[in-house]
């Protein structure tokens, strides 16, 4: 009777090679001289596995893509490679097959997986459950249940016994070989109706439990199989090739058993918080502050909401300093709505380019270090807001060119608010087009600086509208949608909080810190 040890190794990553490796010598610390083991390696580059004393059979490019479907499904490889060695290998009855994944170990006697491996008992790694049993099995029962797959001569159901088996390890005699076959026509019935990742192992179980019962394993093998173990594991398999590849075979073997994989209490704890931690900060809403006027104005100005008086502007920004928030402009915010960096920050604009922006509220923010953008009407500088004029709404002075330059000056950021302020849903294409390129276009010109922030006049906008922006070259849009922006919001329709004359300090917290702002 032959041991038969089995790994399939392909494509380019060296972490499954050094993985197939590490997993061999491992094994072979455990073999004793009277049993005929066989180490059998099914590779795209046998190369690798010279200097090993194993059976080598090679994969070709056109294997590669007949097994995987042409790359649709890479799992398949599996199947059909363990189908292919048992064909290449003149097995006898007696013989036994021990698949392996590379992400294994030995680090403890492995010997009793033949044991477990009879004429009518297969081995596999683990049974994961029935899959009525467990909700996340629920997308088998969603495609499967009521349907009947004729495979061969035999029908296939889903029954209340069907189970989800892990196959990082599948053991196997040559009497079981045909039911690899018909677990392939099954999988092959599967990828196109079954919308899950796990149809290899499930078919190979469900083909195999027809007519044989099948066991697991897990207890005698140990693994990296999941992504924080492997980032783990994989540089100190490295090193330890690195390091020994060279020297004797029983010397490697008997350095192998001493690598430690496993990873520390703290090492653990630390990838969970860390992992965690990220996960936390990259749903973390961040707010931005939508201000237009900075003026005390009397109690008849039309709109008295647009203006904050500076006050009360000076009180929010000492509350977001004392939380410990930094107030930035829309470019330096930018990192952050990409997800790139994570901290508490909150950007703040304003709209329109009021003058009193720069006498109100540039100090105000130059005291805490915060920055902001002011976005500008290109074609109104040093005017006033003539747009809200027919409504009656107060007029207010627009920064001059030399002030929009003390502005700049002062590190403080500049935006683009359109040529004229108009409801761009209601000009024609060529119109719009003209009023978002070419205001970009003129603060460019006339300040020297790169505009990629863009805002919506009104807080308008509608998909060719958003388009067009993205052509024009700006990298983030504000609306007058309400609620707090996260790093899952799309860039150039991005929802703010107003803060108007009403927006007391209570109520200014609320919206930073609470979902105030999210259901609105
Ligand atoms: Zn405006």
Request: one cysteine or more; aromatic letters at 10%.
């Amino acid at each position: 009777m032959r041991k038969i040890l089995l790994y399939i190794v392909f494509g380019e990553d060296k972490g499954y090679y050094n993985g197939a490796k590490f997993s061999l010598l491992t094994f072979m610390n455990w073999m004793s001289n009277e049993d005929s083991f066989e180490i059998v390696i099914l590779t795209e580059n046998p190369g690798e596995f010279k200097s090993y004393p194993v059976t080598v059979f090679s994969i070709s490019p056109q294997q590669r893509n007949e097994w995987s479907l042409n790359g649709k499904y890479g799992f398949r490889i599996k199947n059909r490679g363990m189908a292919y060695v048992m064909d290449r290998l003149e097995l006898t009855e007696k013989d036994k097959i021990l698949f392996l994944d590379t992400d294994t170990y030995f680090h403890k006697s492995p010997l009793i997986l033949f044991d477990l491996i009879q004429p009518n008992q297969a081995l596999f790694y683990l049974n994961e459950g029935l899959i009525y049993k467990r909700k996340r099995f629920q997308v088998y029962i969603d495609h499967l249940e009521g349907r009947s797959i004729q495979i061969d001569s035999s029908l296939y159901e889903l029954s209340k016994k069907s189970a989800m088996w892990g196959s990082l390890m599948v053991g196997i005699m040559p009497n079981m070989r045909p039911s690899l076959d018909w677990a392939d026509k099954l999988m092959q019935v599967f990828i196109e109706i079954v919308p899950a990742h796990t149809i290899e192992p499930f078919s190979l179980a469900e083909s195999l439990l027809r007519k044989y019962k099948m066991t697991e394993g897990k207890k005698y093998v140990s693994l990296y199989s999941t992504s924080r173990k492997k980032k783990h594991a994989i540089p100190i398999i490295s090193e330890f090739l690195n390091k020994c590849q060279k020297l004797p075979l029983d010397k490697q073997i008997s350095l192998a058993q001493k690598v430690v994989i496993k990873r520390s209490a703290f090492k653990v704890i630390k990838q969970r918080i860390l992992h965690l931690n990220k996960v936390i900060m990259s749903k973390r809403p961040i707010p931005i502050l939508m201000y237009h006027s900075i003026e005390a104005m009397p109690k008849s100005t039309v709109m008295r909401s647009l203006h904050v008086p500076p006050k009360r502007f000076g009180m929010q920004m000492w509350l977001l300093n004392i939380l410990g928030y930094k107030g930035l402009s829309m470019r330096e915010l930018t990192p952050y709505l990409e997800g790139e960096k994570t901290g508490k920050v909150v950007g703040i604009t304003f709209d329109d380019g009021y003058q009193n922006n720069l006498i109100n509220a540039a100090p105000t923010l130059k005291k805490y270090n915060f920055s902001a953008t002011c976005y500008l009407v290109s074609q109104r500088i040093g005017a006033s807001n003539t747009w809200d004029f027919n409504k009656g709404i107060t007029q207010r002075p627009l920064m001059t060119q030399s002030e929009i330059k003390e502005w700049l000056n002062l590190g403080l950021d500049i935006g683009a608010h359109t040529q004229t302020h108009p409801l761009l849903e209601e000009l024609s294409e060529q119109q719009s087009h003209e009023e978002i390129f070419n205001c970009k276009a003129e603060l460019e010109q006339m300040f020297k600086v790169s505009i990629k922030d863009f805002c919506y006049p009104f807080g308008r906008f509608n998909e060719p509208l958003v388009n067009m922006i993205k052509d024009a070259g700006y990298r983030t849009a504000t609306t007058m949608s309400r609620g707090r922006a996260t790093p899952q919001s799309n860039k150039l329709t991005l929802p703010r909080m107003p803060i108007t004359h009403h927006t007391l300090p209570h109520l200014f917290l609320a919206k930073i810190l609470t979902k105030y702002e999210d259901n609105r």
